[in-house]
């Protein structure tokens, strides 16, 4: 298992969920790692990508200033902090890792990413 994400649940509406993804570490090291959502009957949503071999970031504009992506290089991990959740956000969350672009950046873009986790499931009510 390349990929594993942590943190999911339930929660009531304006809470928040910290999710979890840890990388093998061949995975992990100077690429690039985005946390995603899908809702039952919608296309795959990219949220945020980080590059864990710099600083990096990118957010989704949709969802930029409730979610944070962060990094933990001793870990080998990248967690999404989500705030103010609504009924809307609930999805099963999926991270993912893939290559860099020049300079270290990153895609919110699905299409960019070469391994996923099993993801974990998000219940806002």
């Known amino acids: 298992v390349q990929l594993v994400e942590s943190g999911g649940g339930s929660v009531q509406a304006g809470g928040s969920l910290r999710l979890s993804c840890t990388a093998a570490v061949h995975i992990y090291r100077s690429n690039c790692v985005g946390w995603f959502r899908q809702a039952p009957g919608k296309e795959r949503e990219g949220i945020a990508a980080?590059?864990?071999?710099?600083?990096?970031?990118v957010y989704a504009d949709s969802l930029k200033g409730r979610f944070t992506i962060s990094q933990d290089n001793a870990k080998d991990t990248v967690d999404l902090q989500m705030d103010r959740l609504n009924a809307e956000d609930t999805a099963m969350y999926f991270c993912a890792a893939g290559p860099a672009g020049w300079g270290g950046t990153c895609s919110v873009s699905a299409s960019a990413y070469y391994f996923w986790g099993q993801g974990t499931q998000v219940t806002v009510s």
């Open positions: 980080i590059y864990t071999g710099g600083n990096n970031l």
